[in-house]
């Protein structure tokens, strides 16, 4: 499959990790928004949020959880944000399920 994120995942394409188990993957995105700015993403390849089942429940709760350790292993707990674009006309551009982690400066609500 021509996924660039299945392609990170197998180690193609190379990419800065900040963590790494069985199920998920969390890297530094190449053009970051801000100071911080981390993707994290299912190994199995979801295309989107739209794609995301009740029995995907364990796989999102992990994601999650190791979300709030990332932040707080970047120092950002107090002030981040977790966005999944989904679909193209929402700005997704890569159509494999991943939440990017954006802090570090100061964020307006919705900028
Ligand atoms: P989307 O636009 O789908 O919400 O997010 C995709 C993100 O993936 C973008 O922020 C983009 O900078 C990042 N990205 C695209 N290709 C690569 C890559 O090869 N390596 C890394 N680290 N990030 C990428
Ligand atoms: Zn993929």
Redesign the pocket.
């Known amino acids: 499959m021509d996924c ?1 994120f299945c392609k ?1 995942i197998n180690g193609d ?1 190379p ?1 800065t990790k900040v963590y790494e188990d069985d199920e998920i993957l969390a ?5 970051p928004a801000a100071p911080t700015h981390i ?1 994290v993403i299912p190994k199995r390849h979801i295309a989107s949020a739209a794609e995301i089942k009740p029995e995907d429940g364990a796989l999102i709760g992990h994601i999650f959880a190791k979300i709030a350790d990332i932040a707080r292993l970047e120092g950002i707990e107090d002030a981040f944000r977790v966005v999944s ?1 989904c679909g193209r006309d929402a ?4 159509f494999h399920l ?1 939440f ?1 982690v954006v802090g570090g400066r100061e964020l307006s609500k919705w900028a």
């Open positions: 660039v990170i394409i990419s890297f530094r995105d190449i053009e993707l674009n700005g997704q551009t890569v991943h990017h």
